[in-house]
């Protein structure tokens, strides 16, 4: 199994540019999350999908950040138009059941840097 | 609005020795808990869990210790060895919600 899979590995990118931040699930899996990775906040959740269906986005900051998951193998976090404080490890997560009872799969995350 | 808080961004023992991380939430509907541990360019990578029906749960050289009435959780660490330096996320989450809500990490260094 190869695990969760994020791409890019590394972004950077200047403000007011579009970033796209991709990730494959382990097979099977029926949940997703994306969280992002800050000094101040550590882990916050922005979204998660069930079924690929966004369930919860209360935790994505602002309406320049949208995400999708038009199957169960695929998902994108969008960013448009970046600034320099989205500056932050993005994760990945993915679990076979529902969080509480199975624990999540993190990718390797996206470093993103907006200059 | 942080629900899961670790108070400490940093540890330091030595290699033999006990570590405790501690962390404390807010949400009283929080049913499940549990501990991750990440290592630098990696993600989290599950570690112990703990349900609100015990207090304590120990997988090897880790237990977790649940205090409901305090809303605190402890992750024990012994004997710390020099590999378990890492960070340590504490999380928690409700069981008819299907969200994880971590804190913001406890960076551990164990010296040989």
């Known amino acids: 199994d190869a695990g969760v899979i994020q791409s890019p590995r590394h972004e950077v990118t200047e403000m007011g540019q579009e970033v796209t931040l991709r990730c494959k699930p382990i097979?099977?899996?029926?949940?997703l999350f994306w969280y992002r990775q800050t000094m101040m906040r550590g882990l916050e959740l922005l979204i998660y999908?069930?079924?690929?269906?966004?369930?919860?986005d209360s935790g994505m900051p602002e309406d320049r950040f949208s995400a999708k998951m038009p199957n169960a193998s695929f998902s994108t976090l969008k960013i448009q138009p970046s600034e320099p404080r989205d500056s932050a490890v993005y994760f990945c997560?993915?679990?076979?059941?529902?969080?509480?009872?199975?624990?999540?799969?993190f990718g390797n995350g996206t470093r993103l840097t907006v200059t | 609005d942080q629900q899961v808080k670790q108070n400490s961004p940093s540890l330091s023992v030595q290699e033999g020795r006990i570590s405790i991380l501690n962390c404390d939430y807010t949400?009283?509907?929080?049913?499940?808990f549990l501990w991750y541990k990440k290592y630098p360019a990696e993600g989290p990578t599950f570690l112990i869990s703990?349900?609100?029906?015990?207090d304590k749960n120990e997988d090897g050289r880790f237990t977790v210790f649940l205090n409901k009435s305090a809303k605190h959780l402890s992750l024990h660490i012994v004997p710390s060895q020099p590999g378990d330096s890492a960070v340590y996320f504490c999380?928690?989450?409700?069981?008819?919600?299907?969200?994880?809500?971590f804190g913001a990490g406890t960076r551990l260094t164990v010296k040989p």
């Open positions: 999380a928690a989450g409700d069981y008819n919600n299907n969200d994880m809500r």
């Open positions: 999908f069930n079924n690929n269906v966004p369930i919860d």
């Open positions: 997560a993915s679990s076979p059941d529902r969080a509480i009872k199975s624990p999540l799969h």
């Open positions: 703990i349900s609100s029906i015990k």
């Open positions: 949400n009283s509907m929080f049913d499940y």
């Open positions: 097979s099977g899996h029926n949940s």
